[in-house]
């Protein structure tokens, strides 16, 4: 009878762990006040419609110089930091699907990853994601940056690899999605993060990692933003 419930319990640890990066997904109050300080500026000076809108975490919210490093086309900045995936799913419907934006580039997953959500959770925030800007936005083009190695973060590189890995696949079967590959530039040639694109944290890049992201990322946004 114990090897029994000892089975059953291995059993139902896979379901446990689902559950619990389920339960973490759901608390979204933390951020109220980043959102409605967008609604705020919205109101202040209303964007007009089909700019590009970057959305994630606080790669994004630092990318303080986006319509300068941008300058082809209007962009929007939606990043709110220590944000994961479901946070942007979460509050699409107000800081995504007013803007009606010509394309979306997200930045998230590392805070996901960090928390301990498994690679395979982290493809299914975003494909979640995905749905929801394009119930709001038909066919709108969605560009993912890749998790970037950091150095504070140096110790979770194998499990950012396999969800870069698995957004990247996944991608490469939808029409309209693209993985911006920023995970390889960043890497030494020993395979390893590198000091120099980040600030004294190791976490948060510097204007060196901003200009390796703008070659990357600069013409998908060209191509497809207006």
Same mark, same amino acid.
């Given at each position: 009878?114990? !090897?029994?419930?000892?089975?059953?319990?291995?059993?139902?640890?896979?379901?446990?762990?689902?559950?619990?990066? !389920?339960?973490?997904?759901?608390?979204?109050t933390i951020w109220r006040k980043d959102i409605a300080a967008f609604e705020a500026a919205d109101r202040a000076q209303p964007p007009a419609p089909g700019a590009v809108l970057f959305i994630g975490s606080s790669s994004i919210r630092f990318w303080t110089t986006l319509a300068s490093d941008f300058p082809e086309v209007r962009t929007i900045n939606r990043g709110f930091g220590g944000s994961e995936i479901n946070d942007a799913t979460y509050f699409a419907d107000r800081i995504v699907a007013p803007y009606r934006p010509s394309a979306?580039?997200?930045?998230? @997953?590392?805070?996901?990853?960090?928390?301990?959500?498994?690679?395979?959770?982290?493809?299914?925030?975003?494909?979640?994601?995905v749905r929801k800007a394009r119930a709001a936005t038909p066919g709108v083009p969605i560009a993912f940056i890749a998790i970037k190695p950091s150095?504070? !973060?140096e110790a979770l590189l194998p499990q950012i690899r396999v969800a870069n890995a698995k957004i990247r696949?996944?991608?490469?079967?939808?029409?309209?999605?693209?993985?911006?590959?920023?995970?390889?530039?960043?890497? @030494?040639?020993? @395979?390893?993060?590198?000091?120099?694109?980040?600030?004294?944290?190791?976490?948060?890049m510097n204007r060196s990692g901003y200009e390796l992201w703008i070659g990357i990322v600069k013409p998908w946004v060209d191509a497809h933003g207006r």
């Open positions: 009878m114990t !090897r029994w419930i000892l089975l059953s319990l291995i059993a139902l640890l896979p379901a446990l762990a689902m559950a619990h990066e !389920r339960d973490a997904a759901n608390d979204h979306i580039v997200m930045y998230a @997953g590392d805070n996901d990853i960090a928390a301990g959500d498994s690679p395979g959770f982290v493809l299914k925030e975003f494909q979640d994601f150095m504070a !973060r696949d996944w991608a490469a079967t939808q029409k309209g999605v693209t993985y911006l590959d920023v995970l390889t530039p960043m890497l @030494g040639e020993d @395979g390893q993060p590198q000091p120099k694109w980040f600030r004294d944290d190791g976490l948060h």
